[in-house]
């Protein structure tokens, strides 16, 4: 008998954004954006972060997005989503061979 297992996740982080203005660029302002949630999946037996097949997709209302993976196989397993996007949101994580997981209320503030 095949037994699922169940994803672990860690970690909604606060959204954070910094405008900045100075000589850089010839006193242009330059946008600097962070995530609202920064996510890693772990398997919960072995606390192992999941690397391949994790699709996170977050919801607030009517928007829809695919949190951003790990674009190499040297970057940290994290699954980044909602920049400058504050709002309530719903992350819900599958995996090949592991239960969904879905957390609810996940809160995003405005800087």
Avoid: K
């Amino acid at each position: 008998m095949f037994r699922r297992r169940v994803i672990q996740l860690l970690g909604a982080l606060s959204l954070s954004t910094t405008a900045s203005c100075g000589n850089l660029l010839g006193g242009d302002c330059v946008l600097l954006q962070t995530w609202g949630i920064d996510v890693t999946v772990t398997d919960a037996n072995t606390r192992m972060p999941l690397t391949s097949g994790v699709t996170v997709r977050l919801r607030s209302g009517d928007y829809v997005e695919t949190a951003r993976g790990p674009q190499s196989a040297t970057e940290a397993p994290r699954h980044l989503g909602a920049a400058d996007r504050p709002g309530l949101y719903e992350v819900e994580v599958t995996a090949p061979g592991y239960r969904t997981e879905t957390r609810s209320n996940v809160f995003v503030e405005p800087e």
